[in-house]
Each structure stands twice: as structure tokens, then as C-alpha cells.
């Protein structure tokens, strides 16, 4: 094996009450592309800060280009090239292409006499950069008019604009379409090609085996094997992450579809929905496919209110139903966990508790003030139920790790005992091991009636767990497949407008 690139030798860190990281060896080599995996609180998070400068290890060696190294703070690491892309894009919406690129790197080079920047070889340089990827980005557009794909081409360009020797991709695929993840694959083998090497970090496991070298599995704190990724198996990856066989990461049992609870006659919204008609069942998952703007989300919204409809029917329990903003939603019994779980389904600063309780606050009210002891005790049972990973239910949800925010972004429209439950991707950046759980509370909870829209951009859990899957293309149903039915295939030539 060649000489490693970034060499991690007895990595600890602890936090108050928890240890992190114990003793973790891991090595990446030029040209590699190597793979990271472990549930939520594995300690992947803390090793890429560590890489990165974010933390500092209470013991351990760090060796980068064959030397010994440190990196007191992220800019020093950003400096040595390393460089990292999260899952959330750490962009200025309204500032332009160009100015992301260079921001809070206004290279001396670059510079002309005095405090001026020289524009013109920024612009220059970055269009070297942005053509050598072999995609286009207008340098002038402001960011927020970019999509989720070409957002993530910013982050690279100036990744690459920086010299990286080292880029550590965190869930990179979370945002995206498949097109555009087939997109990413080919630029990272091109990344590859020319020396850099890549950190991988994907709760899907098929990425792994489409794109890594060799794959690093973490479980609370230790490493627990290298390998190289053609030697091992997706099942083999599974046990060793959660140290157990998982006994079906889609348990979907067979139902017997009661009523309609919900029935959606002709909604039409602008050009973003046309006509979309159809009926959830008491007991059933219906699957939502598309690809990125073809309408699922803009339909969640118009049913929970959000951005209601123009036109069109709905129907709850066969009783007509006008939903003009969220609030009305829930009392309605329709529950809504949102796609963007930070912005949208926690108020971060609030302790997971204060989440856990957000939409059952005037049940738990007397005379207009919160009994906090009912309070705590709704929260520890889905802390309970859910297996929330918290040190405690006054701890704040910012504090808690993505799978486990969302697990409680779950538990609070459940404490609601919603009849409707909306899921936009539930288990986008949840570890396989909390992924299996919430596909068995969804099992479990359409098995008591509850009817689940869910929106999901995994095909496989669409196919999985969906008892019908609806096919929507430019704000449109173009069809519906049985369980029976479905495949992959049928579901993009739908998807893709073909059919």
C-alpha cells in the first residue's frame, strides 16, 4: 500500500461523560477514497473534527505528508489542505459564486498593491478550477439561485481552490437526485485520479461499494475494522456497525387496508401542482417517489397547511376539510416531519424535552402554564420508545446527533396521535441501525391504523416499506404501482416523465 497521506495513530477524546473516541487508528492514502461508517454517536463526527481542527485529541499522534502534525483550529487545517463538505452547505446564500469561493480566503497572491483584491485573476483562477471539474457554474449567479447539486460544486471548487490535499465528504449525497449523485460518484473518481484523497462519510451503504476503496467501520468510540470494500459485504458492514444482525431493515408486514382517512380530490397549486388525486387508507404506507422538483414536497405543504392550495378537495374521514396553515393541520390530526429537520422540525436551543412536547403544549397546559412533570414524563417515554441517545431530556436538541435529532422530530408529532403522517425523507442521515427502528414504528403504527404519506428519495425504502407508491413528474401523478409491482425501473421511466 502506498505511503499514507493522513496517518491517525491512538486517537482519544473525551467529553464530560462521554468518551468519544478511544484509541482509533485510521490512515488514508493519496488517490484513496476512504469510507467512514458507524450509527450516530459512533464518533465519526468527533474524528472529522479532530482532521479538521475543530477538536484537539487528548492523546494520540497525527502524522500528514510523513510528518507529525497538529491542527489547533480549522482555519490551520484549511491552510495544511484539509479541507471538509458537510451535509448542511456552509454557503452566503446571497453573496455570488466567486465571492463563496474566495470568502475568508482572499489569497495574498491575488492581491494587488495595498488592501485591493484582484478580481480579475480570482475570476480567472476559479474558472480554471471550475472547468478542470468539467461542469459549469456561472460565477456571477448568487448562491441561493443554485440547486443542492451545484451548491456542492461550490464547496468543491473551493475546496480544490485551496489546494486540498485532503477532502472529508459528510453525507454528500443527503440533498440529491440520483442523477446528480451519479454526478458526484464521477467527480470523485476524477478527484481520485489526480491524487486527492477523499474521506467518505454515507449512512447509505450502497455508496460505499460504488465508491470507496476500503471502508473504516466505528461503533461507540472504537474502530472495529478496515477493510478493503471488495472484501467485505453490505450484511458484514451491518453487524459490524451495530454488533448485531438487524433482523430486517424493512419490516413491512402485509395489511389489510381499512377506510379512507385521507382523500385528495384535484389539488392544484400554480404551475407546482396539477390536479394530484388520491387516497390514503387507514393502515397503509403510501410511498411518494420523484425526482427533485417534481412536486412531493410542495404537495406536503399544501396538505399541512404550509402553502395552501388554490384548488382542489381534501378530505379527512370522509369529511371536507380546509387546511390554511399548520396549526389548523394538527388539530385536524394531520402531522407533518419535515425534510429539513433543523430549520424546519426542532427549535434547537430547546431541550429535547421542550421538542418532544411542541405540538401537545395545550394538553399539557392547565390555566395557560406547562405541567412540567407531565412534560418530562411524554418525553422520557419516546426518549424510551424511540431509543433517543441523550444524556438527558434537558439536554439541548442542538447537542444531540442528526439521527437523533430526528428521532425526535418523530416522537413529537406522535405524542400528537395524528390519524395522517406525513414523512418527508424520516431516515435522510440516520445510521442503518435507527433507520431499521423508525421503519418499525412506521410498520407498527400503520398496523394500528395510522395512514403514513411517506416521501422518501431511497427507492429501496420506498420499495420497502410502502404498501402503494405513487409516481410524481413536473407536479403530476403519472402513475401508481402496487407493492407487488414496483420496481426500480418502473418507478424512474414514471419519475422521468418516459412513461
Not at 25 to 53: C, M, P, R, W
Not at 205 to 231: K, Y
Not at 247 to 257: M, Q
Given at each position: 500500500m502506498a505511503e499514507p497521506l493522513l496517518q491517525l495513530r491512538g486517537i482519544t477524546k473525551q467529553f464530560p461523560g462521554v468518551?468519544?473516541?478511544?484509541?482509533?487508528?485510521?490512515?488514508?492514502?493519496?488517490?484513496?477514497?476512504?469510507?467512514?461508517?458507524?450509527?450516530?454517536?459512533?464518533?465519526?463526527?468527533?474524528?472529522?473534527?479532530?482532521?479538521?481542527?475543530?477538536?484537539q485529541p487528548d492523546a494520540g499522534r497525527i502524522d500528514y505528508l510523513g510528518a507529525p502534525a497538529t491542527f489547533p483550529t480549522p482555519r490551520a487545517a484549511a491552510d495544511r489542505g484539509i479541507a471538509v463538505i458537510y451535509q448542511e452547505v456552509a454557503l452566503f446564500p446571497d453573496l455570488s459564486v466567486l465571492e463563496n469561493l474566495y470568502v475568508g480566503a482572499y489569497l495574498r497572491p491575488l492581491r494587488t498593491t495595498g488592501r485591493r483584491v484582484d478580481w480579475a485573476r480570482m475570476r480567472a483562477r476559479a474558472q480554471e478550477v471550475v472547468a478542470s471539474l468539467g461542469v459549469e457554474l456561472d460565477l456571477g449567479a448568487p448562491v441561493h439561485r443554485l440547486s443542492a447539486a451545484q451548491q456542492q460544486l461550490v464547496e468543491i471548487a473551493r475546496a480544490l481552490l485551496r489546494d486540498a490535499?485532503?477532502?472529508?465528504?459528510?453525507?454528500?449525497?443527503?440533498?440529491?437526485?440520483?442523477?446528480?449523485?451519479?454526478?458526484?460518484?464521477?467527480?470523485?473518481?476524477?478527484?481520485?485520479?489526480?491524487?486527492?484523497?477523499?474521506?467518505?462519510?454515507?449512512?447509505?451503504?450502497?455508496?460505499?461499494?460504488?465508491?470507496?476503496?476500503?471502508?473504516?467501520?466505528?461503533?461507540?468510540?472504537?474502530?472495529?475494522?478496515?477493510?478493503?470494500?471488495?472484501?467485505?459485504s453490505r450484511d458484514a458492514l451491518i453487524h459490524d456497525m451495530?454488533?448485531?444482525?438487524?433482523?430486517?431493515?424493512?419490516?413491512?408486514?402485509?395489511?389489510?387496508?381499512?377506510?379512507?382517512?385521507?382523500?385528495?380530490?384535484?389539488l392544484g397549486k400554480d404551475a407546482a401542482l396539477a390536479d394530484v388525486s388520491f387516497v390514503l387508507r387507514r393502515g397503509e404506507i403510501v410511498g411518494l417517489a420523484g425526482l427533485v422538483g417534481s412536486g412531493r414536497t410542495?404537495?406536503?405543504?399544501?396538505?399541512?397547511?404550509?402553502?395552501?392550495?388554490?384548488?382542489?378537495?381534501?378530505?379527512?374521514?370522509?369529511?371536507?376539510?380546509?387546511?390554511?396553515?399548520?396549526?389548523?393541520?394538527?388539530?385536524?390530526?394531520?402531522?407533518?416531519?419535515?425534510?429539513?429537520?433543523?430549520?424546519?422540525?426542532?427549535?434547537?436551543?430547546?431541550?429535547?424535552?421542550?421538542?418532544?412536547?411542541?405540538?401537545?403544549?395545550?394538553?399539557?397546559s392547565r390555566l395557560g402554564f406547562v405541567d412540567h412533570a407531565r412534560e418530562a414524563a411524554v418525553a422520557r417515554d419516546f426518549v424510551r420508545r424511540l431509543d433517543i441517545r441523550t444524556p438527558g431530556i434537558n439536554v439541548p436538541a442542538a447537542a444531540l446527533s442528526g439521527g437523533n435529532q430526528q428521532k425526535v422530530v418523530v416522537g413529537k408529532w406522535l405524542a400528537a396521535q395524528p390519524r395522517v403522517l406525513i414523512m418527508d425523507e424520516p431516515t435522510r442521515g440516520v445510521d442503518v441501525g435507527a433507520k431499521a427502528e423508525i421503519h418499525r414504528l412506521m410498520s407498527e403504527l400503520a398496523g394500528r391504523g395510522l395512514g403514513i404519506l411517506l416521501i422518501s428519495s431511497e427507492l429501496p425504502e420506498l420499495l420497502g416499506m410502502s404498501d402503494r407508491i405513487l409516481v410524481m413528474h413536473r407536479g403530476r401523478i403519472t402513475g401508481e404501482l402496487r407493492r407487488d409491482e414496483a420496481t426500480q425501473e418502473k418507478i424512474m421511466t414514471l419519475a422521468t416523465g418516459a412513461a
Open positions: 468518551l468519544a473516541l478511544d484509541g482509533v487508528d485510521f490512515a488514508l492514502t493519496t488517490g484513496e477514497v476512504h469510507a467512514l461508517v458507524g450509527e450516530n454517536g459512533a464518533g465519526k463526527s468527533t474524528l472529522i473534527k479532530i482532521i479538521s481542527g475543530v477538536h490535499r485532503v477532502i472529508i465528504m459528510d453525507e454528500p449525497t443527503g440533498p440529491l437526485a440520483q442523477p446528480d449523485v451519479e454526478r458526484l460518484f464521477s467527480l470523485i473518481r476524477q478527484l481520485r485520479s489526480r491524487g486527492v484523497g477523499i474521506v467518505y462519510i454515507s449512512h447509505r451503504l450502497e455508496e460505499i461499494f460504488a465508491v470507496a476503496d476500503r471502508v473504516t467501520v466505528l461503533r461507540d468510540g472504537r474502530r472495529i475494522i478496515t477493510a478493503p470494500v471488495a472484501h467485505t451495530v454488533g448485531r444482525t438487524l433482523d430486517a431493515l424493512y419490516p413491512k408486514t402485509a395489511v389489510n387496508a381499512g377506510t379512507p382517512v385521507l382523500e385528495v380530490d384535484a410542495t404537495l406536503a405543504h399544501a396538505l399541512f397547511g404550509i402553502d395552501p392550495p388554490e384548488r382542489g378537495r381534501v378530505r379527512l374521514d370522509g369529511i371536507d376539510a380546509r387546511v390554511s396553515h399548520p396549526g389548523q393541520a394538527r388539530e385536524l390530526g394531520i402531522a407533518y416531519i419535515p425534510e429539513e429537520r433543523q430549520r424546519q422540525g426542532l427549535v434547537l436551543p430547546f431541550s429535547v424535552g421542550e421538542n418532544l412536547s411542541l405540538a401537545i403544549l395545550r394538553r399539557l
